[in-house]
């Protein structure tokens, strides 16, 4: 079965820096669409970053400058940089694959919680 697996996530001070990781498997990785959303407490969830099957990114306007999705389709991996951390990216994150170009296939992990605090 499809497995969507984070990590990286942990208490970092304002201004500091994380890199997430989601290992997939038991998909054709490198034909879905990935992407990264936040879900904070009491708010909805949102999409931050995406990467395209060629690599096209797209970032919610608030992390524009400070994350970098990518990918490494040789390692069914998907990353995202985030640098600059400010209290207002406190959120768990979650790793989705999107197939919907192939029919009904869209996954979710498990999320990683990331805490920016002082």
């Known amino acids: 079965q499809v497995q969507l697996v984070e990590s990286g996530g942990g208490l970092v001070q304002p201004g500091g820096s994380l890199r997430l990781s989601c290992a997939a498997s038991?998909?054709?990785?490198?034909?879905?669409?990935m992407g990264w959303y936040r879900q904070a407490p009491g708010k909805q969830r949102e999409l931050v970053a995406s990467?395209?099957?060629?690599?096209?990114?797209n970032y919610t306007d608030s992390v524009k400058g400070r994350f970098t999705i990518s990918r490494v389709n040789a390692k069914n991996t998907v990353y995202l940089q985030m640098n600059s951390l400010k209290p207002e990216d406190t959120a768990v994150y979650y790793c989705?694959?999107?197939?919907?170009?192939?029919?009904?296939?869209?996954?979710w992990g498990q999320g990683t919680q990331v805490t920016v605090s002082s």
């Open positions: 989705n694959a999107d197939g919907s170009d192939y029919g009904d296939y869209n996954y």
């Open positions: 990467i395209s099957s060629g690599s096209t990114t």
């Open positions: 038991g998909l054709i990785f490198s034909i879905y669409a």
